[in-house]
């Protein structure tokens, strides 16, 4: 989910295009919304887009990396109750998401607890904490 600025650029210019050429590229989607939820260049975020785009690749293919992207959308739009119900649907049976969510919320220090992938309440305060900030995990 790393994108620089030289990438955010061919990216925005690049990627509409090719999806209008291939319609049900879910990656294609996946990675714009993530793109215009979290790009480090705020020039190029616009959660409208992300919004659009990453509910458009969950449609197409509802698996965890891609709800995950819907989440941090929901975050840059600040819909922060949507994104945290995206991120628990994210968490219900996937326990690498639960460790990557995990690492990442203890790295923000929201999180003390173990990396261990087991849902809890201390996680799922952190992850509401987060959120309620304008954070994406």
């Known amino acids: ?56 690749a969950v449609s197409l293919k509802n698996i965890s990396p891609y709800l ?19 991120y628990s649907k994210v968490t219900q049976n996937d326990s690498r998401f639960i460790r990557k969510y995990q690492n990442s919320l203890q790295q923000k220090g929201y999180y003390s607890g173990p990396i261990d992938g087991k849902d809890n309440q201390e996680f799922q305060s952190a992850l509401k904490n987060c959120v309620m900030k304008g954070q994406y995990l």
């Open 1 to 56: 989910h790393l994108f620089d600025s030289e990438l955010s650029t061919l990216f925005v210019f690049w990627g509409p295009p090719h999806i209008e050429i291939v319609p049900d590229n879910y990656q294609a989607y996946n990675a714009l919304g993530w793109l215009y939820a979290t790009c480090k260049d705020i020039n190029y975020r616009n959660s409208a887009k992300a919004i659009e785009y990453a509910q458009k």
């Open 68 to 86: 995950d992207t819907l989440s941090a959308a929901y975050v840059s739009d600040q819909q922060y109750q949507k994104a945290i119900e995206t």
